[in-house]
């Protein structure tokens, strides 16, 4: 090996506090030039704070960035991308119906004589980000009109158009297939064979593991490892991610199998965009996690079911009622209930926890064609006081905290007498202390008889709280957890695609 | 733990109640509209206290702006769900057409006359209803284009002519007093009261407004949101249908394009009235007063001699004020 050169950009100490919440705390860590470093850890773990301290999209509560041994102007995005700091995000960002050439030089357009646009030296540039990605994409063709791994790569092209010394990668393959995922792989090594420093972003730990010469494990904000290559395997990386504790005793404790359980759901061969032929049952009393990466499934599927995404072939009963394709309306009448946790798809800002709690279940409210706010009022506050919320029920909903928000949606989905809960990342925006407040709420739900399905991005949540795990991979069903296969470590061991490292033996 | 407290675990949170701070500032945002319409009213008739400050005048007032309330309260409907309606104006002159010359060459009578204005009205705004819910075509193009239709057939079938031969019955619409009110300004009041109910105490009024604040919100909800638009813009249809027989039964003939001029003090109403209550929401009451400030303030400053013009730039720097007021304070999004 080489002799190792310096690091020539560190993080020191640096620490991030929303709150009562620190997000980051005192990570420390340096990469040198041509390094392609894996960075991973749990939800919450501060991998995109630490990220956004590097460019400048946040200011750290304390420690510094050095770049080069001197210290970096904290909190400003034009001071990170003049050092030569960019980032990939996760998301598509471009503009459709633009040329390649003008997404990849967006925001930095060589400009001549009073702003006149200087179209050769634009396609040229773009042409020489596009190149040092070792892909071919036609600079002129606009970008509606590119596959997604093309799509992809404009963007990065986009970022290598500043020039960078360290490209920062947030999940750069999710969604795509493995065969384009490979490509994407490859032209971050040729990136990094020039000497530009990779940050690699991700959950796919098999990808990580072949990718990078070193990874960093953070956990809860601070560096938990640094493990060089050949010690990052996956089997380590999933136990230093999510540790399980000895309490973890794979999934809820058994519940009493009454035979008075029903079928609540009943899907059948579904496939549609992104899902491939998932069949699931569900009963009342049950709770199945779904666990898969962005884009493989299992999001998609609650999706499907409660009518946001049409299927093109199979079926969805629920509670014996078929499901048109893409009707939310039939999804709700059948008793099908949506419960996320971003808010924006859930709750109606200006509207008081009243109008918030009853929508669906305004008919039971209705004397011929005007709803009776007596018999509305006095139903609320029951149904408040039986999801443990707080709070006056004329009050605007945004007004409430995160965590109350979300008990209010429990609150209209017990109203609406739902059978089969959907729920989408519930605590997503909720802070640590309400976290198990919802939980509560989530067991109380399934004690009365509803069946839930779990998507999640925490997997300790979906260990805690599910009976069994489903799991997916690009649109199909890959795996089931259940019992003492069900601890944190194996559902993301499961998700993140080596079963065989994971599976206790049976 | 500091998470706590400021997150809101149940137990640590009595959240104050909105409603509850009462500050000069907060009464004077919520009441702004009453409040300037009061201070108009107080101006006027200090200005010209023998003309402005008689009941005739008064009579007056909410006779010419029948026409008005009607269709701002209409587009309130629209506005509600978050949605435009470019074509009312445009709409009222075609059902003005139509109802008008069936009576005038068909000789049907005031009751049918009535009914087809209306049901024209009503059918056009099922068109864009039915373009902005299904096609999903952004209802500001929409109700252009169906509006620039309407337009169309009215001239085609009209010819530009004027039309006279109403019925008696018809031109008392506009000449009936009941107990001294005239009958037009009490038709209005019974517009808004009915779009009022409609919207605060139906289901439909709850699904119109959820669609209005967070459509996504709504699908999820289960709320069938095409059809809350559709029905959205046959409301407004409706009242356009009806705004075109009080126009005519007043004017005592069909005249072209006897709509195209309420289109945006309609718009400039439902904005005031959406500063009542502070919040910048829509709502039928605040649509209704909206019109009768504008109304007032046009009558008053006629009544002091002064050009049309003034009338019209007031009436601006009103709208503006209210609004611009609390846009400030809660950083843009107006109508959400």
């Keep these: 090996m080489a002799a190792e050169s310096p690091a020539w950009i560190e993080t020191v100490e640096l620490t991030k506090r929303y709150g009562g919440v620190l997000a980051l705390d005192g990570a420390s860590l340096g990469v040198r030039a041509g390094e392609i470093r894996g960075l991973v850890g749990a939800n919450g773990a501060g991998k995109s704070t630490l990220v956004k301290c590097l460019t400048g999209m946040v200011q750290p509560s304390a420690g510094a960035v050095l770049v080069d041994g001197r210290p970096l102007p904290l909190g400003r995005p034009a001071e990170s991308l003049r050092r030569g700091i960019v980032c990939v995000p996760q998301e598509l960002t471009v503009a459709p119906t633009m040329t390649v050439a003008e997404n990849v030089m967006l925001g930095h357009e060589p400009r001549g004589l009073l702003g006149r646009l200087r179209e050769r030296e634009l396609r040229r540039s773009a042409q020489v980000a596009l190149s040092s990605l070792s892909f071919d994409i036609p600079v002129q063709a606009s970008v509606a009109q590119l596959p997604l791994i093309e799509q992809r790569l404009v963007m990065i092209a986009r970022a290598l158009s500043y020039g960078p010394r360290l490209a920062i990668f947030d999940e750069p393959t999710a969604t795509l297939s493995p065969v384009e995922a490979e490509r994407l792989l490859e032209s971050i090594r040729t990136l990094a064979g020039r000497g530009v420093s990779v940050l690699y972003v991700s959950h796919q730990l098999g990808e990580v593991e072949d990718l990078c010469e070193a990874v960093t494990v953070l956990r809860d904000g601070r560096v938990a490892a640094e493990l060089g290559r050949g010690q990052s395997t996956h089997r380590v990386l999933v136990e230093l991610i999510a540790t399980d504790r000895a309490g973890d005793r794979g999934g809820r404790a058994a519940r009493d199998d009454r035979a008075d359980r029903e079928v609540v759901l009943d899907a059948r061969d579904v496939s549609g965009e992104r899902l491939r032929g998932v069949s699931m049952l569900v009963q009342s009393g049950e709770v199945v996690g779904l666990a898969g990466l962005a884009g493989s499934g299992a999001r998609e599927l609650l999706l499907t079911i409660c009518g946001a995404i049409p299927f093109a072939s199979g079926t969805i009963e629920v509670a014996g009622r078929r499901l048109r394709s893409g009707s939310t309306a039939d999804a709700v009448a059948a008793g099908a209930g949506f419960l996320p946790g971003d808010r924006s798809l859930g709750t109606f800002p200006n509207h008081s926890v009243r109008h918030n709690v009853t929508l669906p279940a305004l008919a039971q409210h209705t004397r011929v064609f005007f709803v009776d706010s007596r018999s509305e009022r006095s139903a609320v506050a029951t149904l408040l006081a039986r999801v443990a919320l707080l709070a006056d029920q004329e009050q605007t909903i945004s007004s409430l905290s995160g965590g109350n928000q979300q008990k209010a949606l429990v609150a209209r989905w017990i109203a609406s007498g739902a059978r089969l809960l959907l729920l989408d990342d519930p605590t997503a925006g909720v802070d640590v202390a309400t976290r198990p407040e919802i939980h509560a709420q989530i067991e109380s739900l399934v004690a009365s008889g509803a069946a839930i399905l779990l998507v999640s991005t925490d997997v300790d949540e979906l260990a805690k709280l599910s009976d069994r795990v489903v799991v997916f991979e690009r649109g199909s069903v890959t795996a089931e957890l259940r019992d003492v296969n069900m601890t944190p470590a194996r559902v993301l061991g499961a998700m993140t695609g080596r079963m065989h490292d994971v599976l206790a033996p049976t | ?336």
Excluded at chain 2, 82 to 102: K, P, T, W
Excluded at chain 2, 196 to 215: C, P
């Design chain 2, 1 to 336: 733990m500091s998470a706590a407290a400021e997150g809101g675990g149940a137990g640590a949170t009595v959240p104050l109640r909105r409603r509850g701070r009462i500050t000069p500032r907060a009464i004077a945002e919520r009441w702004s509209l009453v409040l300037a319409s009061v201070a108009a009213f107080a101006f006027f008739s200090a200005a010209r206290p023998s003309t402005f400050l008689t009941l005739d005048n008064a009579r007056a007032i909410l006779d010419d702006s029948s026409v008005l309330c009607v269709l701002a309260v209409g587009i309130t409907a629209i506005l509600v769900i978050g949605e435009f309606d470019l074509s009312i104006g445009f709409v009222a002159g075609l059902a003005g057409a139509a109802g008008v010359s069936a009576m005038a060459f068909h000789d049907l009578g005031t009751g049918a006359a009535v009914a087809i204005a209306i049901g024209a009205g009503a059918v056009a705004g099922l068109a864009s209803g039915l373009a902005v819910a299904y096609v999903r075509i952004p209802s500001f193009v929409a109700t252009l284009a169906v509006g620039s239709i309407a337009a169309a057939i009215e001239l085609a079938v009209t010819k530009t002519a004027i039309f006279e031969g109403l019925s008696p019955s018809y031109v008392q619409i506009a000449t009936t007093r009941i107990a001294t009110i005239p009958l037009r300004a009490i038709i209005a009041a019974g517009v808004a009261i009915l779009f009022l109910v409609l919207l605060r105490a139906t289901v439909y009024g709850r699904h119109a407004m959820s669609v209005g604040d967070n459509v996504a919100a709504a699908r999820f909800a289960g709320v069938p949101v095409e059809r809350i638009r559709v029905t959205a813009f046959v409301l407004a249809g409706l009242t356009a249908g009806l705004a075109a027989v009080l126009v005519t039964s007043s004017a005592g003939q069909y005249y072209p394009n006897l709509g195209t001029g309420y289109l945006l003090p309609a718009y400039a109403a439902a904005f005031l009235g959406a500063s009542l209550g502070g919040g910048l929401h829509f709502n039928v009451l605040g649509s209704y007063l909206g019109v009768l400030l504008l109304d007032m303030v046009s009558t008053g400053l006629t009544m002091m001699n002064q050009p049309s013009w003034v009338a019209a730039l007031v009436q601006g720097i009103v709208l503006l004020v209210a609004v611009a007021g609390i846009a400030i304070r809660r950083g843009g999004a107006i109508g959400r």
